[in-house]
């Protein structure tokens, strides 16, 4: 019998109530929490028992922000002087679980945590929405260019396929992104009225993120707009593209977590990640030219 167990998070950033939840019904069911990274949750095998969970902002935290900073310390310390242990951290979230009945609340002002929780959104999520969001507009515009001037009538049918795919993939992307930021503003507005009004908490509903699915859209649109110009000929650029920003991804992810290990300020990982990021994004766009060029 397996002693551990991993289980992808697809939850929103802001669905902090969803996340509980989820926590304490895997307890239930045996499997204790063990940690969270940036890839989902690592359980560990236990007896089934009642949990209680609480899954926090640190206010003004950031992705880019070390565990060990001091105000994530001075968060820790307050939250285990109201009887929560600390289980994980992953910017911008911090878990925490108490086996007794009945814990002090960590959050109790539901105005402050509507801002909190804003605040967070703004800081992370928001920015890779639009990020993407961009990404697909001009995988849109361009792909859609081609096809408006190509046709679909080169005589192969991967070609053809893939010129109408390299626009719909995009699209589609741009469609969920959208869903997802409307969503959030829509449960915004009402939660802060309700805890202005009414000194509640409005949990989210349906909080499943649809960013990682526009993601995996929007790269493979990419991946039939490299193909729809050359057919099979562009099978290894695809896989090439692929790697690529896969290994990008991976680099990325990789020295951001290294700076924060090593407690570097929030602004000096900020800024390396910037610069990593504005070189690959100069090497993609020279390789971008060159298999222009070739394919010419």
């Not at 697809?10 to 890839?39: H, I, P, S, T």
């Not at 560990?44 to 009642?50: D, G, L, N, Q, T």
């Not at 260019?145 to 080169?154: A, H, K, M, P, Y």
């Amino acid at each position: 019998m397996k002693e551990r167990k991993f289980i992808p998070m697809v939850f929103n950033v802001y669905d902090c109530d969803g996340m509980e939840r989820f926590f304490e019904k895997q307890a239930e069911n045996g499997w204790m929490l063990e940690k969270v990274n940036a890839m989902g949750a690592h359980f560990i095998k236990c007896e089934p028992k009642k949990v209680k969970f609480s899954v926090n902002f640190l206010p003004k935290g950031s992705m880019f922000e070390s565990e060990k900073s001091e105000k994530y310390e001075d968060f820790k310390e307050l939250s285990e002087h109201n009887g929560w242990k600390l289980i994980s951290v992953k910017s911008p979230h911090m878990f925490f679980c108490a086996e007794h009945e009945n814990p002090l609340p960590i959050e109790t002002d539901p105005v402050l945590k509507v801002k909190t929780v804003h605040n967070a959104v703004k800081r992370i999520q928001l920015p890779l929405e639009i990020f993407w969001a961009v990404i697909c507009l001009l995988n849109i515009f361009a792909w859609g260019f081609l096809l408006i001037i190509n046709g679909v009538g080169s005589g192969d049918t991967l070609v053809d396929l893939s010129r109408v795919l390299a626009v719909v993939f995009p699209a589609g992307a741009e469609a969920f992104i959208t869903a997802e930021i409307v969503h959030y503003i829509r449960w915004h507005k009402k939660a802060q009225k309700l805890a202005e009004e009414d000194d509640e908490f409005l949990s989210p509903k349906g909080g499943v993120t649809y960013l990682l699915t526009a993601c995996l859209l929007s790269l493979a649109g990419m991946a039939f707009g490299v193909l729809s110009t050359s057919s099979v000929a562009a099978l290894p650029y695809v896989f090439a593209t692929m790697l690529f920003v896969l290994a990008a991804v991976a680099v990325l992810y990789a020295v951001s977590s290294i700076m924060k290990k090593l407690n570097a300020s929030e602004k000096t990982n900020r800024a390396v990640f910037i610069v990593i990021l504005a070189i690959i994004c100069a090497a993609s766009l020279a390789a971008g030219i060159v298999f222009g060029a070739l394919s010419a």
